[in-house]
Structure formats: C-alpha cells, structure tokens
C-alpha cells in the first residue's frame, strides 16, 4: 500500500473511533514535532517514512507549524536526480521551559530554550532549613523570578515549569500535586497549591511536579546514554539513592524507591525510619557519617560534596591508601550498591542501568568496576550476561533536564500548541479550594 494509502487508513479508522479532525491534526503535529525533534533535520520527503503520515499528511503539519513559528527551514540536501529537498528543523527561540530541582541541600532552577540550551541559571542552598517547606517554597519563587529577570523573558511566555523533588508525587484531583517526602520527615505537602499561591508563576503557565529520580530518567531515555534501549533502569546517588525503570510498557519511566530494599535484617537505621534500607549504608549522607564514626578524618561543617571528594581522596589513582578508614567503607559500600543492582537486574531483567546524580557521578570514575563486579556476581547468571552497567552521559544537570522535560513532554502531546485553558470552565477543585481560602 501507498504511503497516501496508510495515512488515509489510519485517518479512516481514527475517525470510526470517536478522534475529531481536531485530534487527528494535533496528532499528526504531535508526529512531525517529535521527528523534527529527535532526528532533525528532516526534509518533508523524508518526513512520511519517519512518521508513517501521507505527504499530505505531513505537508499540512509543516505548514501549520511554520505558521506558528515553531518550524523553521535548516539548509538543503541534494535528491537523486531532482531539486534539492528543503531541509526542517524545530525553531531553538521558538519555546521556553524552566526546570527546578529541589535537591536536598539545594534547589536548582534552569531556564532552557526549546533545544534544552540553558539561558540561565540561580542556586539557593538549604543547608539547615532543607526540609522547611517555606524555604523550598520561596526558593523556587526566587529562583523563577531570577532567571526569567536574567534572560528577559516574560512568564507568560513559558511553555511551563517541570519541579521535581525527592519523595513519592501523588497527583490528586483536589488538591493538585501532594508530596508524601518521608525521609524529609514531612508527609502531604501539597506543593502545587503552595507554588500557586503567589508569583511568580500566571494562572496560564503549566506546572508539572513529580520524582526526581523519574525525570533523571527520561532525560538519559531521550538524550543519553539509555537512548534506543528496549528497556533500562537509570539510577539517581545522591545524598539518597533511587532507581527509575522505563521499559515499552513504561514509556515515561516509572520511580522505583529502590533506597528503602532492605539489605541488611536489623541494620543502620534509616532516614526513613527502618532499619537496615541501602539508602542507610549506600547513599552519601551515611556513607560520610560511617566513614567519621569509624574515626576517619572527615571534614567538619562542610556541604556534602566538598566532603564526598575529600573522602574520594583516599583513593587515589596509583592505589595508594591516604585513608584507610575511607577506603574500607568506600569498598564496602561499592559491595551493597552491587548487591543493591543485582536485585533490580533479578526482579526487571534491564538491558541497560545507568548511574547518574552528583554522587554517583563522583564514585562512578573509580568505583563503578568494583559496583559491576560485585551486581554481576550477586544477580542471577542470565540476566546478568544481558545487561550492561555505565555511567549516565546527562552529567550532574540531568535532573534538572528532566525537570524541563516534564513541559516539552506535555507541549509535545498538545501538538506544540500552548495551553488555552477555556475561561468558562471550571478550575479544578484544587484551585477552587486555594482561590476560597485566598484573601481577597
């Protein structure tokens, strides 16, 4: 069959099935934006095989989104016998999103272009108030404020704001986005409802929150090293760990809270209140609080970073030992994170897993052998011989990547249009609840 004979079919039956002209103009945008995105330039010969559309199909869909500006021609190629083709590409300044990671000692706020290149960027660390959700509150306000001020744009211009924090996002119909941080010690916080109650963030701007862990993932998925993997397992080592499996039945990742599996019956205690969690012997904060109670010479009153690479410094490169006691819990932790890897290699059978987050990033240089050593042995021999173990290639922005990706995704399902929130609607009840309990 013709390629205008498949793209008719599937037009054909999308209409049998309930799908407006409107639907399926915004899914073929949606097809054309994604291709462009991903594997542009792209001319609009080369546009049909990429997404299975009819060429009228495809040349609508251009026109449309050069119409709206998001389009823009990139050059020509030569054809086999005919005119040069026209190439296309996703116009960069065609979009803003701004991405925010609230880590825990800092939040981290990022605006990009629509081709992820950052504009701007503002830090605010949390130190002794990192759980007071005030502070993180007014940090990201701050933040948003400053990059938008940096870059001159306009709120109102955003595609929208991915926010991503530590902790499992339920997304409620009421009270919008409710972060349930028990490690944090702070359950329910209705974060959504508190980022709407001031600027610097309109009504019309999307916000989208969810696991931190989970947008590391989809930005190793969509820009990085798990790319063109059936499935992969991405882990996030920071001053905690956790895991983000995405897999075909999984697109868009899934959070895995793979810090609390208990490794050891009645071990360290956890920030989660358990007892014996990987997060207790595996995550940079106890791995720098076993190392000075073992009486090692850890650096006093300093961010965790600052002490993770002193600590690195007792294994230096020629293998020389400067600290023993630094490299014993080092080694040893490199055991549990193996041990912690062969049990998301025996229960998901990855293809791929992938280290990323600040900590991880610095162990991975001289530990990651040892960490693939020790999974390998620990995991089951099948699964074992079929998965592979790098380092993520996001480097230590990854986080706050996916964060932004959270709005790109959403503009990408909407067919690169903005949000056009119809004024005779309703607003959720969530915003209603915020909009009765707000002075007038």
């Avoid at 803003?96 to 990671?101: L, Q």
């Avoid at 081709?115 to 949390?126: D, F, I, M, N, Q």
């Avoid at 306000?141 to 704001?161: K, N, S, Y």
């Avoid at 964060?403 to 995704?409: F, Q, S």
Wanted: include cysteine; charge should be negative.
């Amino acid at each position: 069959m013709s390629q205008v004979g498949q793209g008719f079919g599937r037009n054909h039956t999308a209409g049998r099935n309930g799908r407006t002209v409107r639907d399926l103009r915004r899914a073929n945008r949606t097809a054309v934006l994604r291709r462009l995105y991903f594997d542009g330039p792209l001319s609009r010969f080369g546009l049909g095989p990429a997404t299975g559309l009819s060429s009228g199909s495809v040349s609508n869909a251009v026109a449309d989104l050069i119409g709206d500006g998001l389009v823009e021609e990139a050059g020509s190629v030569d054809s086999d016998g005919g005119r040069p083709r026209t190439l296309l590409r996703v116009a960069p300044v065609s979009g803003h999103m701004i991405g925010v990671d609230v880590g825990e000692t800092r939040v981290r706020v990022e605006l990009f272009d629509l081709a992820l290149t950052e504009l701007a960027r503002a830090e605010r660390p949390l130190e002794q108030q990192r759980y007071e959700v005030e502070v993180i509150v007014d940090h990201i306000r701050a933040g948003i404020t400053e990059v938008l001020a940096t870059a001159g744009l306009d709120a109102e211009r955003l595609l929208g704001v991915g926010i991503v924090v530590p902790g499992i996002v339920e997304h409620t119909p009421d009270r919008g986005a409710v972060v349930h941080g028990q490690t944090l010690g702070r359950d329910a916080i209705e974060l959504e409802s508190l980022l709407r109650g001031g600027p610097p963030l309109p009504e019309g701007v999307p916000c989208f929150i969810d696991n931190g862990t989970k947008t590391l993932g989809q930005a190793e998925m969509w820009f990085g090293a798990a790319r063109g993997a059936r499935n992969a397992l991405v882990v996030l080592f920071g001053s905690g760990v956790g895991a983000c499996l995405v897999t075909p039945e999984v697109e868009h990742g899934r959070a895995v809270e793979w810090g609390h599996l208990t490794v050891r019956v009645r071990g360290r205690r956890c920030r989660c209140g358990a007892l014996g969690c990987l997060e207790a012997y595996a995550g940079a904060e106890s791995l720098l609080a076993r190392w000075r109670e073992e009486g090692g010479r850890g650096p006093g009153g300093t961010d965790e970073e600052t002490a993770l690479t002193s600590m690195l410094a007792a294994y230096p490169a020629d293998g020389t030992a400067a600290d023993p006691v630094a490299l014993a819990v080092l080694e040893e932790t490199a055991e549990y994170l193996g041990a912690g890897l062969s049990d998301l290699i025996n229960l998901f059978q990855p293809e791929r897993i992938l280290t990323g987050g600040w900590a991880g990033l610095q162990l991975g240089s001289r530990f990651l052998p040892a960490v693939r050593k020790h999974a390998l042995s620990y995991a089951l021999r099948h699964p074992a011989e079929n998965v592979t173990i790098e380092l993520g290639s996001r480097g230590p922005d990854a986080v706050t990547v996916g964060a932004a990706i959270l709005p790109l995704a959403d503009f990408f399902t909407r067919g690169g249009r903005r949000p056009d929130p119809d004024p005779q609607s309703p607003p959720p009840a969530w915003r209603r609840a915020l909009q009765e309990r707000t002075p007038r």
